[in-house]
Structure formats: structure tokens, C-alpha cells
């Protein structure tokens, strides 16, 4: 099976321009969940959609938003962009909701605002 | 929420060492990864271990559940093995699903 794919691989942006990510899971894996890497924050979960629905959601401001598609493939979107906004996006699926299974990662997208 | 604590936060080797890597969590988990981050970014499963002990290769783990920690083991290491190891894992209780709580990491470096 093809692992997770993430598009693009690497993006360069200016302050107050917005960004959509795209993430495509494992074939047949419902759930996609999105995180962020940064050199200070480590990486701190952004949401998870399941069945095109956000199921959850972390500690980010409203200018991070995503969506789910009924392929299950999966956007995340950055609206007015800041210099701390430049990170490694990375993008997770698995099987199931419940999260007791083994979450995938793909390679990320590395973003840079400035 | 849970917290995730990893120790040492480096470490250096030389080739054909051993080490362990430690992984603390606050609360009772259903789901404990083990991570081994490339140069690339990309996280590469090594272990889904809440309970337990695996092997792979020159690579074990076991989780304490009880004790609320899980250890990383590596065998005659070598330079490949370079890079930063990341434990992850989410709480058993209320209704975060999928939603893991990573370590800071450790960094590896294993010298020639």
C-alpha cells in the first residue's frame, strides 16, 4: 500500500497570505489527523477529521482550519499568516476513530513565512 | 490532558553500543508510539506498544502500563540509527481520539 502523501513538500510564503495543505491517507484509512513541528513548541496536534467531520480539535487559533473530503483525503488551511506560523506540517491517518490503532505519518510539509 | 515526558534529551554513542530510551506518561493510555524522526522530517513508525513488549530486529520496546512508562531499546547500534526518537501517546480516558501527545524527543547521535 502507498504511505501518506503530502503536498506540497515545501512552501515559501509572505506574512499576511494564506496556505492550503493537502494530505492523502493510507487507502482505506478513515481518519486524518494534522500536526505541527515547530523548533519551540515540539509537535502539538491540530485537529482530526473522520467520516468528513472534525472530531477534534487542539489548542490553535481560528485562522487554522481543514476539511475532509468523502475520499477521506484531507486540507488544512492557514489564513493571515504569521512568522511563527513557519513549521513542519505533518499529517496522520489511521484506520479507526478511536485512536487505538497505529497512526501513519507522511514525509510533511515544511512552510516558511516571511 | 496526559503529559509525555522523555529522557535523556541526547544522547551520543559510539557504533555497536547499546541504549535505552525512556518514555514517562501521566495517566492511563490506550495508545504509546514509538518514533524514530529522519532527516527529512518524516516520522517513522517503530512501535504501537500501550502494553507490552515487541521486538524488531536490533529494536525492542515494552510498556509498563501499570507504572505509566515504556522504554525503547536498541541493540548494537549504528550510525543509521542517528536522528530523534519521539514516544507519543493518548490518554484512555474521555474523548480525544486520535489526538497523540508527543515527548520532546531524544536526540541519537552514534558515532563511527
Known amino acids: 500500500k502507498a504511505g501518506v502523501t503530502q503536498t506540497p513538500r515545501y512552501l515559501i510564503k509572505t506574512r499576511g497570505q494564506q496556505v492550503t495543505l493537502s494530505c492523502s491517507p493510507i487507502s482505506g484509512h478513515r481518519s486524518v489527523s494534522w500536526y505541527q513541528q515547530t523548533p519551540g513548541q515540539g509537535l502539538q496536534f491540530l485537529f482530526e477529521?473522520?467520516?468528513?467531520?472534525?472530531?477534534n480539535k487542539g489548542n490553535f487559533p481560528g485562522r487554522f482550519s481543514g476539511r475532509q473530503f468523502s475520499n477521506s483525503r484531507s486540507e488544512m488551511n492557514v489564513s493571515t499568516l504569521e512568522l511563527g506560523d513557519s513549521a513542519l506540517y505533518l499529517c496522520?491517518?489511521?484506520?479507526?476513530?478511536?485512536?487505538?490503532?497505529?497512526?501513519?505519518f507522511g514525509p510533511g510539509t515544511r512552510l516558511t513565512v516571511l | 490532558g496526559i503529559q509525555v515526558e522523555q529522557s535523556p534529551p541526547d544522547l551520543i554513542l559510539q557504533e555497536g553500543a547499546n541504549s535505552t530510551l525512556r518514555c514517562n506518561f501521566s495517566d492511563s493510555v490506550n495508545n504509546l508510539q514509538w518514533f524514530h524522526q529522519n532527516p527529512w522530517g518524516q516520522l517513522i513508525n517503530l512501535f504501537y506498544?500501550?502494553?507490552g513488549t515487541k521486538q524488531n530486529g536490533r529494536l525492542s520496546a515494552t510498556t509498563v502500563a501499570t507504572e505509566r512508562y515504556s522504554l525503547l531499546y536498541i541493540s548494537s547500534s549504528q550510525t543509521t540509527d542517528s536522528g530523534v526518537y519521539f514516544c507519543a501517546a493518548k490518554g484512555a480516558g474521555g474523548t480525544s481520539y486520535g489526538k497523540l501527545t508527543f515527548g520532546q524527543g531524544t536526540i541519537l547521535t552514534v558515532h563511527p
Open positions: 506498544i500501550p502494553s
Open positions: 496522520a491517518s489511521s484506520y479507526i476513530l478511536s485512536g487505538t490503532d497505529t497512526q501513519y
Open positions: 477529521y473522520f467520516s468528513e467531520t472534525q472530531r
